[in-house]
């Protein structure tokens, strides 16, 4: 069973690996955000990370999530992982903070929507589809400019970046390829006139290829197993 200790050891474990990927890539560590993905981990593990320094969480269900959210620190900054369906967004934009999943218009426009009829705004990331996986959600790569006129006329949700979970490589290595790819697809975008105000925050890099991640260009990079241990279910 993991412990509170090996938890703010594992964080400060990443925290020092970003650290040396940083100091390899000349970045600075203060534009990472460690984000932990805490799907299916219990609650106490959330709350020894947050007494560990850890202030971005990440959950791939809403419900889960939302039955989380009363039993830790208010001061939790929550982003959302996993994929959105419709009729969830209105629940999403008054708990969350960022959306890294948007793989549609449909849920670009009802974020947007919802968080207009709120009075408030949300940021999101475009999920892409690198490697145009049937298994994966995302706008696919060549087909994202047609969108991107009307993606950047909403008001209410601010697109900030883009995300993507690449292919699994057994070699930590063979993942920076796609990593380039959405550096690349980041600054093509960043060209067009109607986005140059685009931040191009790039959410990629997991507990396995993390320090590959931030060497080329990660800003949030999404860590579970290796900060929170095995999932519990």
Same mark, same amino acid.
């Not at 947050?50 to 419900?63: F, S």
């Given at each position: 069973?993991?412990?509170?200790?090996?938890?703010?050891?594992?964080?400060?474990?990443?925290?020092?690996?970003?650290?040396?990927?940083?100091?390899?890539?000349?970045? !600075?560590?203060?534009?990472?955000?460690?984000?932990?993905?805490?799907?299916?981990?219990?609650?106490?593990?959330?709350?020894?990370? +947050?007494?560990?320094?850890?202030?971005?969480?990440?959950?791939?269900?809403?419900?889960?999530?939302?039955? #989380?959210?009363?039993?830790?620190?208010?001061?939790?900054?929550?982003?959302?992982?996993?994929?959105?369906?419709?009729? #969830?967004?209105?629940?999403?934009?008054?708990?969350?903070?960022?959306?890294?999943?948007?793989?549609?218009?449909?849920?670009?426009?009802?974020? !947007?929507?919802?968080?207009? #009829?709120?009075?408030?705004?949300?940021?999101?990331?475009?999920?892409?589809?690198?490697?145009?996986?049937?298994?994966?959600?995302?706008?696919?790569?060549?087909?994202?400019?047609?969108?991107?006129?009307?993606?950047?006329?909403? !008001?209410?949700?601010?697109?900030?970046?883009?995300?993507?979970?690449?292919?699994?490589?057994?070699?930590?290595?063979?993942?920076?390829? +796609?990593?380039?790819?959405?550096?690349?697809?980041?600054?093509?975008?960043?060209?067009?006139?109607?986005?140059?105000?685009?931040?191009?925050?790039?959410?990629?890099?997991?507990?396995?290829?993390?320090?590959?991640?931030?060497?080329?260009?990660?800003?949030?990079?999404?860590?579970?197993?290796?900060?929170?241990?095995?999932?519990?279910?």
């Amino acid at each position: 069973m993991i412990s509170s200790a090996q938890i703010a050891a594992n964080l400060e474990t990443i925290r020092q690996r970003v650290d040396s990927a940083c100091q390899r890539s000349g970045r !600075d560590p203060q534009d990472i955000t460690i984000l932990g993905a805490s799907k299916s981990q219990p609650p106490e593990r959330l709350q020894w990370a +947050w007494e560990a320094g850890l202030r971005v969480y990440g959950e791939n269900r809403v419900q889960e999530a939302l039955m #989380k959210m009363p039993q830790l620190p208010a001061g939790i900054e929550w982003h959302l992982l996993g994929p959105l369906q419709s009729n #969830k967004v209105k629940k999403v934009v008054p708990a969350f903070v960022a959306v890294h999943s948007i793989d549609r218009l449909k849920i670009a426009r009802a974020l !947007d929507r919802e968080a207009a #009829k709120l009075g408030q705004k949300i940021t999101g990331f475009l999920e892409i589809n690198l490697a145009t996986e049937e298994t994966k959600h995302g706008f696919l790569p060549t087909v994202l400019p047609n969108h991107l006129d009307e993606l950047a006329q909403l !008001d209410s949700l601010q697109i900030v970046g883009l995300m993507a979970i690449p292919p699994f490589e057994k070699d930590p290595q063979a993942s920076r390829v +796609w990593f380039r790819q959405l550096r690349a697809l980041r600054d093509t975008i960043r060209e067009r006139e109607d986005w140059q105000d685009f931040p191009g925050l790039l959410s990629m890099g997991m507990s396995h290829d993390y320090d590959v991640a931030v060497e080329e260009g990660a800003t949030h990079v999404r860590i579970g197993t290796s900060l929170f241990g095995p999932r519990e279910v």
